[in-house]
């Protein structure tokens, strides 16, 4: 669990757009998947992120076989997998203090600058430029809000990730739900953030 919220960091840096007065989708407008290619923090992985438009869910497929986790944007919550463990942990989305950032939502703090254009596993892609708070970086976002390559640092870390392969079409309901006969716990009280 503890590399958890390294990859975490990774998926949050996945996004990267938004301008006051200009911004692209924040999230995808049509059901994908996506394989991207991490390196810093678990280098050199492959991480799998789905999106459910209809149910506004996010799935994460963290490298390594490290378990996946499911973001809930309409109900503000969160659960992680541990194969393993045949464990779920619970916890909130986005909700105070130990509350975890939706990796395509950048922070609404963040100032953002368009850049030009760039192709990335074949699909097109407008490059962003964001600073935050000491974080920097830049993310590709296609027009219908899927993020294609992104790289930033926080806090001297720097992670990088690039999409290989894109599919667009409707996503299974199924996998977007918890596994019954799993261990339930909620996230510690006082436990640093995975973002």
Do not use: H
């Amino acid at each position: 669990m503890r590399s958890f919220p390294i990859a975490c960091l990774a998926a949050t840096l996945a996004a990267a757009p938004a301008l006051a007065q200009e911004r692209p989708p924040l999230m995808p407008t049509r059901d994908a998947s996506v394989t991207y290619r991490v390196a810093g923090g678990p280098a050199g992985q492959e991480m799998r992120m789905a999106w459910r438009v209809a149910d506004q869910k996010l799935r994460v497929d963290m490298p390594g076989g490290m378990g996946w986790s499911v973001m809930d944007q309409r109900a503000k919550t969160m659960f992680v997998v541990m194969e393993q463990q045949r464990m779920i942990m619970q916890m909130p989305l986005n909700n105070g203090p130990g509350g975890v950032t939706i990796p395509t939502q950048p922070p609404e703090t963040a100032k953002f600058t368009r850049g030009g254009t760039a192709t990335v596993a074949r699909q097109s892609c407008t490059i962003w430029r964001y600073e935050n708070q000491g974080a920097t970086g830049e993310s590709c976002i296609t027009a219908d809000g899927v993020m294609l390559r992104s790289t930033g640092t926080v806090n001297g870390q720097t992670a990088t990730m690039e999409a290989t392969e894109v599919n667009y079409g409707p996503q299974d309901a199924a996998r977007f739900t918890a596994p019954s006969g799993y261990q339930q716990m909620q996230m510690p009280s006082g436990a640093p953030p995975a973002r």
